[in-house]
């Protein structure tokens, strides 16, 4: 009984339902942290340079780069979602849930190349 | 959800569509060489183009993310009405706050 209830957890666009939700939860818990480093500029350049040579440490780059993919699959995810909200339906859901997690992934890797 | 919710969270979602897609431009851009206070301000600083593409960007995500936030705390969370409500107009007030500083902060000469 509770693998029947739970069996519609192995489709794949559930799986992308669920990468939606908690990437904008992650960014939205991370807006403020970001916001408020920006603000720092507001006590000149070098308050907001000290700031970011603490992000050329490594875990940090690494951090950055989850982040950049957390956004670009949020948008990518999202942008599926307002095609089906508002235009015709298409065929291939599942393939086109799977090229925006791998696109997202190429923009974070590049980043992660460009960043290091 | 109620509908001005979902319409007032998919068109926030539509208008940053562009602007998120710049952003990570930009990121990935600014990032090549390390990345600067120096550059990042220069870029930013005295330019109408940025402080209205950012003004624009945190105003939209202060409206998008509380959205969201209260349909997962509705769904995930003993929270829902009257309390989810309250919480994600904080979190909303709060980003629209923090956000429109930080633009200040990058923008204003």
Redesign the interface.
Known sequence: MKGARLQHRTNLLWLAALVH?LS??A??IF??L???A?????GG??S??NF?RW??AWFVKLS?TGL?FL??V??LG??RL?VI?NLAWRDGQKQLATLAAAISAA?AF??LV??L | MNVRLYIAQ?LT??V??PL??V??AV??YA??H?????D??SRTRGSLAWALFYGIF?VA?AIH??I??RT?LAEWSPVRGRGADLIATG?GL??LA??L??????VLP
């Open positions: 939700r904008g939860l960014l939205a807006l403020p970001h916001f408020w920006l603000g720092l500029a507001l350049e070098a907001l340079g970011l992000t050329d950055e950049v956004l670009a949020h948008l999202g942008l307002l909200e923009i590049v980043f460009q960043a | 998919r979602a539509a940053m569509v998120v897609a952003h990570l990121i990935v990032t090549r390390g990345l600067s206070a120096a990042m301000l945190v995500a993310a509380p969201g936030i997962v979190i709060l980003l923090l956000g500083r930080a633009v200040a902060a990058v």
